[in-house]
């Protein structure tokens, strides 16, 4: 059987993309970097995203922001840490919860985030879907978003734009991540290409009504 080409969502190990190139030498990644000098790779610009999320709640006047990412630390939270140290923001780390990705992840997360933090004034979620159980935690505290704490989400899934308040959110424009990655097995399997190519995507901030300034 000859495969032409091969496209993979996420990251895969060394030694899985060493059997995979045995089948096909055209392959592309789409959502981690690959460090292979002969894969391509389309992710997005996490570094700017989180940026531009953090950017935004400082200009609303946020300090005390908190962070709940997933169960596996990514470069969303290494970029939060980082991004908040340059800012001159302390880093407490009973500002960071984690969960599993999923609502109800999110729920327990913002339970323990809420249970320390009674300064708490934001919150970066790393995914839309742990939003929506933070939410559910806020409400249940008789917390109001965003006249108490200030939300800001990941993905821009298409419920974010429902929720009460709408969430604001980044958006990863996943439509091009695929055109992209389609376009790289092309010129591979059609023009023959042999350098691999590394593609970055650029994000946007979806300013909804999840966030509220303050007085500093």
Not at 54 to 62: A, C, P, Q
Not at 154 to 166: D, M, Q, R
Not at 190 to 203: D, F, M
Request: net charge neutral; aromatic share 8%.
């Amino acid at each position: 059987m000859i495969i032409n080409g091969i496209a993979i969502i996420g990251g895969l190990n060394n030694e899985e993309l060493s059997n995979l190139l045995t089948k096909s030498s055209n392959i592309v990644v789409l959502g981690a970097y690959v460090e292979n000098p002969v894969i391509d790779c389309v992710i997005i610009n996490m570094k700017q995203a989180v940026k531009d999320a953090i950017d935004y709640l400082f200009s609303l006047g946020h300090r005390e922001i908190g962070f709940i990412g997933g169960d596996i630390i990514d470069k969303r939270e290494y970029y939060f840490r980082k991004y908040m140290k340059e800012k001159g923001l302390p880093i407490n780390e009973n500002y960071i919860k984690r969960g599993d990705y999923t609502p109800n992840g999110g729920y327990k997360a913002a339970k323990e985030l809420l249970a320390y933090n009674v300064n708490l004034t934001a919150i970066f979620v790393v995914n839309d879907s742990m939003a929506i159980g933070v939410y559910r935690a806020l409400f249940e505290a008789s917390l109001k978003i965003p006249e108490d704490i200030s939300i800001v989400g990941f993905n821009n899934i298409s419920i974010s734009k429902f929720l009460n308040p709408p969430l604001t959110t980044i958006s990863i424009p996943i439509e091009d991540l695929v055109e992209t990655a389609i376009d790289l097995l092309l010129e591979r399997t059609e023009k023959n290409r042999k350098i691999s190519k590394k593609v970055i995507i650029a994000t946007e901030l979806i300013v909804r009504n999840g966030c509220k300034e303050i007085s500093l």
